[in-house]
């Protein structure tokens, strides 16, 4: 009889610890998947500094810098001297096309040369039925209000042209386009004429190339020769 009397508490004190140890661990398992979900500055700073160092993170770096623009294919200065010409002669060549488009960029008005490249790519269009989703597409790009890529164009010229979307034919945008290239030769041309990029070429230079630099000199024997050491410092 005595024998199990001394058993039970036994049992119940080994019961508590095991329920108290259980409240524990328990508590301890919420927490440690609470603090692995959240990481800490620290790693999140070494996160971004080891996205900063990939080399694919900074491919954009140099897009639209004046730098830049005459990474096109082998541009002659004999060609480049052509492009001054006239503003015609200078989007009539791809090269020139591409090399203005670049400087456009460099200014944030690239709007205009892509509406007229758009027009341009319009005019082709071969049947009456490739008309109407392309007019339809210029038109909510780049001159209903409020368009992602909208063009400065008079009152007039706008009104027109928008009540001709809805039957559009190959001459629909020939003012609007008209408007864009004057306003492109008159302002962006004659600055892309005197821009860095533009000049480069003429002389033949290419700034894409990197500039040499020089190595700081460093010292050799020689400079030490003569020198008597200074043991009084010590």
């Known amino acids: 009889m005595e024998t199990p009397l001394l058993l039970f508490p036994q049992l119940n004190i080994s019961a508590s610890k095991d329920k108290s140890y259980y409240k524990v661990m328990k508590s301890t398992l919420k927490e440690e998947p609470h603090k692995?979900?959240?990481p800490g500055a620290k790693q999140k700073r070494n996160r971004l500094s080891l996205l900063l160092q990939k080399p694919e993170?900074?491919?954009g770096d140099h897009l639209g810098k004046p730098g830049n623009l005459t990474k096109?294919?082998?541009v002659s200065p004999e060609e480049?001297?052509?492009w001054g010409e006239s503003f015609d002669k200078l989007l009539s060549?791809?090269?020139g096309l591409d090399a203005f488009t670049k400087f456009l960029k460099t200014e944030f008005s690239e709007e205009n040369i892509e509406f007229w490249i758009a027009c341009e790519d319009y005019k082709k269009s071969k049947t009456a039925h490739e008309l109407l989703p392309k007019a339809k597409a210029i038109y909510e790009t780049f001159i209903?209000?409020?368009a992602p890529k909208e063009v400065n164009l008079d009152f007039q010229t706008k009104e027109v042209t928008s009540q001709n979307i809805g039957q559009?034919?190959?001459t629909t945008f020939d003012a609007a386009q008209n408007t864009v290239y004057r306003l492109m030769e008159q302002d962006s041309y004659p600055r892309f004429l005197r821009s860095d990029s533009y000049l480069?070429?003429?002389k033949g230079r290419n700034p894409s190339r990197p500039t040499l630099r020089r190595r700081s000199r460093s010292f050799t024997v020689n400079d030490f020769q003569g020198v008597r050491p200074d043991f009084s410092v010590w």
Do not use: C, R
Request: without cysteine.
């Open 80 to 82: 480049a001297v052509k």
């Open 72 to 74: 096109a294919a082998s």
């Open 144 to 146: 209903q209000k409020d």
């Open 93 to 95: 060549e791809k090269a």
């Open 57 to 59: 993170f900074h491919e």
């Open 200 to 202: 480069n070429l003429v």
């Open 36 to 38: 692995a979900s959240k």
């Open 168 to 170: 559009p034919i190959i």
